[in-house]
């Protein structure tokens, strides 16, 4: 048995429990979609579909925490913010409430370990969680930290690098990141999208109708 695998059938039941907690109000939240923040991702690749795999390979090993790392850290947060707003999206209704709801906890609890505003504007976090990857990426610290400003990291720049380097583990970010990748996938496996979506299942991953999209 893999460790994501053990850590997902471990931590399922409390995960739902969780979910059906805490991700209730982000859930019922208006929520408009809105473009992932430059540099989180390949560019070229669907973003839904790339920002779930990206956040399960992140988050990979994060129970245990993930030290110098910060470059990886920012990006996974910076998609947890952007996730948590766009599954609240209809194009991803038939993804279990539980999993959606599991990404805004991670989303909670990724803020909570870098010390950023709990009450922060998701989209405001995102982009400069973007800038300080795409700072760090190319070895600019300094531009790393003026990217994450006191009005969203009260502590400032510097420290927040220093969680970005550190956060601590963060078990909720590897359950759920892995169980909503797992969603997905089951979902593509059989068939489980809207009829609106027209891309085919590959034929090494069993499919035989559409997904929401492209691989």
Same mark, same amino acid.
């Given at each position: 048995?893999?460790? &994501?695998?053990?850590?997902?059938?471990?931590?399922?039941?409390?995960?739902?429990?969780?979910?059906?907690?805490?991700?209730?109000?982000?859930? !019922? !939240?208006?929520?408009?979609?809105w473009p992932v923040p430059p540099g989180l991702l390949p560019p070229g690749e669907e973003p839904g579909r790339a920002a779930v795999n990206a956040m399960a390979s992140d988050m990979l090993g994060a129970s245990d925490g993930l030290r110098d790392q910060p470059a990886r850290v920012a990006r996974a947060a910076g998609l947890m913010e952007w996730m948590a707003v766009e599954l609240n999206t209809p194009r991803w209704q038939p993804v279990p409430a539980e999993a959606r709801g599991g990404i805004a906890l991670a989303r909670d609890e990724m803020r909570g370990a870098l010390g950023a505003d709990?009450?922060?504007?998701?989209? &405001?976090?995102?982009?400069?969680?973007?800038?300080?990857?795409?700072?760090?990426?190319?070895? *600019?610290?300094?531009?790393?930290?003026?990217?994450?400003?006191? @009005?969203?990291?009260? &502590?400032?720049?510097?420290?927040?690098?220093? &969680?970005? @380097?550190?956060?601590?583990p963060l078990p909720q970010g590897e359950i759920s990141t892995a169980f909503l990748a797992e969603r997905v996938r089951a979902l593509d496996e059989v068939n489980g999208?809207?009829?609106?979506? *027209?891309?085919?299942?590959? @034929?090494?991953?069993?499919? !035989?109708?559409p997904v929401p999209f492209g691989l």
């Open positions: 048995m893999t460790r &994501r695998r053990a850590l997902l059938t471990l931590s399922w039941p409390a995960l739902l429990a969780a979910g059906g907690l805490g991700g209730c109000a982000e859930l !019922r !939240r208006p929520n408009v979609a709990p009450l922060a504007d998701s989209p &405001r976090l995102a982009a400069a969680l973007a800038g300080a990857h795409r700072a760090l990426a190319r070895g *600019d610290r300094a531009g790393a930290a003026a990217a994450l400003p006191r @009005a969203l990291f009260p &502590r400032g720049g510097e420290a927040a690098l220093l &969680r970005l @380097a550190d956060p601590g999208w809207g009829a609106d979506f *027209d891309t085919p299942v590959p @034929a090494d991953r069993g499919g !035989r109708g």
